[in-house]
């Protein structure tokens, strides 16, 4: 059984105390349920940080939680289903009391002992005497990851040192419990439930259905209350034989998650998990068109025949991207002395250290190509759909035409904005427009716009480009 949390300023420490402070006890999925309605109804923010799952994913959740169902989370990596799963603790109540006596197996309810060591004391003690201690809102929560758990990971095993003592392995008292008995009256997840053992999946089930489980044929009974969470990636959740069908028809809702279904949520998502510091003593700006591109190759990813897209491209992706190409513009500036320093599209030529290992390649559609040459074809593509767009806006001309025709224009991550602006003394108006940046006034601003016309000419076939040393050099012909 789970509870209510009685005030803090006068919190009980004995049983007696907890009886006449009048608190009473309720179901974990009670608990969760009455916070959760609560809530709703004062208007608060259900799940802080959550982008672009309001019409989605959130209402499904909100509907389990009232109707009291374990859940799984259903989706490709990425898609925030264990920050979600670990969210859910926080319609816990703060804290919760537990009885507090020596060889106690778990956080017993006061008035709904579930192990015999706790029903025991409470039967031959007074209740001026049973000590009680309070259970956080933050302990209450534990997730593991399926692979490589093992059934005493999360059941139990016999304790062959409670055996020597002369306990009987028919009986509870020769278990050591595992996690899912340890976190009664909290919530469990499991991460990746396909790759969790079959085994294990059975005694799962038979301890949330049937409320027993057999440790090496000798059946022990539990009565544990708890939430239980689970994770899955569709196409392995899906596979014949990979989840049992007991365990599946156990899971009260399924919860569909997915993508971004816009770039500039995605964009939102990876500035601010990304959490980047662009203050400071080197401070860093970051053109939205960058923040634009970085974004798109993550988009184009999900969507190439190259990549595995059984597995999906993570969120994870364009965080560490973003956070590479900031630090890229910062090192530039600590060098060079520019403050602030602007991120570039030669500082995107850095993407391999942060993007490499994160993508994995579709063996029949990758037609031999290395993950490099798959993430340089993504980089090119996402750069050719977002100048194009610049250009549908704001006209192919008042872009591109201030460069003159035969001349040769070199750019790289550590030469200093001056070099562009000797290049180019004055811009045209419609740049400070279409790039929301002052350009005409900020050498480093006129720079990175300078690189992202560059690239986007060269994108759609207007100028050659060659590459040397970390160097890239563009042609007019």
């Known amino acids: 059984m789970a509870s209510e949390s009685a005030p803090r300023a006068h919190k009980p420490h004995t049983l007696r ?4 402070s009048g608190w009473k006890s309720k179901s974990v999925k009670d608990e969760i349920r009455d916070n959760f309605v609560r809530m709703l109804a004062a208007g608060e923010t259900l799940f802080p940080g959550i982008v672009g799952y309001d019409d989605t994913v959130i209402p499904e959740i909100n509907l389990a939680l009232l109707a009291g169902h374990d859940m799984l989370f259903l989706g490709e990596k990425g898609q925030a289903k264990s920050r979600i799963m670990r969210m859910i603790s926080r319609f816990l109540d703060e804290e919760i009391p537990y009885v507090d006596i020596p060889g106690c197996p778990v956080h017993e309810d006061p008035y709904h002992p579930i192990s015999s060591v706790a029903k025991t004391y409470l039967a031959t003690h007074d209740e001026n005497q049973v000590p009680i201690a309070w259970w956080s809102r933050d302990d209450r929560y534990v997730e593991r990851l399926a692979p490589g758990t093992k059934f005493a990971d999360v059941i139990g095993e016999i304790d062959p040192a409670k055996l020597v003592g002369g306990v009987s392995m028919s009986t509870e008292d020769a278990l050591h419990f595992g996690l899912i008995p340890r976190m009664h009256r909290g919530i469990f997840a499991m991460n990746e439930l396909p790759e969790l053992d079959e085994l294990v999946q059975v005694g799962l089930f ?23 969470l689970f994770s899955a990636n569709p196409a392995t959740y899906n596979r014949s034989g990979k989840v049992i069908p ?10 569909h998650t997915h993508y971004p279904r816009e770039r500039d949520l995605g964009i939102q998502i990876m500035q ?14 970051v053109p939205y068109f960058i923040r634009e591109i970085l974004e798109q190759i993550t988009v184009c990813g999900r969507k190439s025949k190259y990549i595995d897209h059984q597995s999906g491209v993570s969120a994870r992706f364009s965080i560490a991207n973003y956070r590479t190409a900031v630090a890229s513009a910062r090192h530039r500036g600590v060098i060079v002395g520019e403050k602030p320093a602007v991120v570039r599209l030669s500082d995107l030529g850095h993407l391999y250290s942060s993007s490499l290992g994160k993508l994995e390649l579709d063996m029949m559609g990758s037609h031999q190509m290395t993950e490099r040459q798959v993430l340089d074809a993504l980089v090119a593509e996402a750069v050719r759909i977002v100048f194009e767009e610049y250009v549908e806006q704001h006209g192919l001309e008042a872009i591109g035409d201030i460069f003159s025709r035969g001349v040769k224009i070199e750019v790289g991550d550590l030469l200093p904005s001056s070099q562009y602006a000797d290049r180019l003394k004055h811009v045209p108006p419609i740049w400070d427009k279409a790039f929301e940046l002052n350009a005409s006034e900020n050498e480093a601003m006129r720079a990175s716009c300078v690189e992202f016309v560059l690239a986007g000419l060269h994108a759609i076939d207007r100028i050659s480009r060659s590459q040397q040393h970390g160097r890239i050099e563009y042609e007019f012909e």
Do not use: S
């Open 17 to 20: 105390e907890l009886r006449d």
């Open 206 to 228: 038979n301890m949330l259905e049937e409320r027993d489980v057999q440790i090496r044929g000798y059946p022990v009974q539990f009565d544990i209350d708890l939430l239980l």
């Open 246 to 255: 007991q365990l599946k028809d156990r899971i009260g809702t399924v919860v």
């Open 272 to 285: 601010q998990e990304a959490a980047v510091d662009l203050d400071g003593d080197y401070p860093v700006v």
